[in-house]
């Protein structure tokens, strides 16, 4: 198998660093014979080429057989909003030009750390949704785009096509009929043309999934009901971003942002990366949660090497490691807080 692997910006090369030490520890146990090759992306990359996705970084993901990223992003992009080349462009450059078209966004809670959920137990015990986040099309990549030329006014377009909806879609239901058969596309139907073509499609491809019971719901709606009553939910469909929002707002169930995984999916290439930033404040210090991109790990293994007992052994370990405690300073809850690098080397050594 080989892996390239795009650490990033900011915590992203400490927590790459802790899913390397865990697949190692997998290959190890299960015999397989893994080969890494390393990559720049994001400011990183700006720094060594100019370009936050260069093209020898899509040279080492397209001979990968699954890519892991980390995280880019860096404040001195953040703070200067006229900045001309961003770390973003190339997280989003890299999903493009990968095909990338559906980010899988599970949301689970883990039986040791419901009851330190600000929400209340009965609410989140049992949580098990799972959001298809449309990640080629919408807003982030629709043109026009930019500033009229006195720069006093911006805009962005939001565009998406039947084809763009159907395969995303068709996705969705094929993972509910494997689920709770309960699908709800999530959109702004009562105000946006975009929304209207999503529930337009998604109505026209329901009859082909009988068994598969479709809700529509407006977005804004959604990021209520997701934390009043997040047990109501099975599969959500959705663009690209109300999906992008809406699951850092899940990660509340689950406990916290560092704890949550996704694969991003298209019909050629699989790349697995948590769903959280580069965190800056946290960078080099040690202490950032790995557990997104290690379940990220165990996701890869699933989705784009059908390994389901590598993947299970992970999500063992990790689950073991929440009862004992061996857990960073964002779900200690008070307790003893273990640094990024030695929950990473517990995992591997109890793997
Ligand atoms: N996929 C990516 O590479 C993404 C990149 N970004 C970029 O990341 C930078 C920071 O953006 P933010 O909005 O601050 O989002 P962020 O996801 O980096 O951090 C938001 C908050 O989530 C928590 N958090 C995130 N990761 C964590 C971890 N591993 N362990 C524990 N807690 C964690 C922290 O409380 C943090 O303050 C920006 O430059 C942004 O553009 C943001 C989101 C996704
Ligand atoms: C640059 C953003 C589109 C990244 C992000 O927030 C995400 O993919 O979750
Ligand atoms: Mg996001």
Redesign the pocket.
Known sequence: MNIALLP?????PE?IAQAVKVIQAVAKKFGHTIHFETAPV?AAAIDLTGDPYPESTHAVCLRADAVL???????K??NDPKAKVR??QG?LAMRKKLGLFANVRPTFTFPSLVHKSPLKLDRVDGVDFVFFRELTGGIYFGEPRGRNEQGTKAFDTNVYTKEEITRLARMGFEAAQKRRKLLTCVDKANVLATSRLWRETVQELAPEYPDVKVEYEFVDAVAMRLIQWPKAYDVLITENLFG?ILT?EA?VISG????MPSASLGTENKLF??????????AGKD???????ILSAAMMFDYAFDLKDEAAAISDVVNRSLSEGIV???IADGAKAYKTSEVGDWLAENL
Do not use: C, K, R, W
């Not at 990033?8 to 992203?12: A, F, V």
């Not at 959280?276 to 946290?282: C, F, I, L």
């Open positions: 990033g910006d900011g915590i992203g927590v994001g990223f980390g995280a880019i992003g860096d404040p992009y953040d770390p973003e997280l992008d850092d990660s916290s942002m560092g704890l990366e948590p769903i959280h930033g580069s965190y800056p404040q946290a202490i950032a949660n790995p557990l997104g991109t960073t300073e964002d």
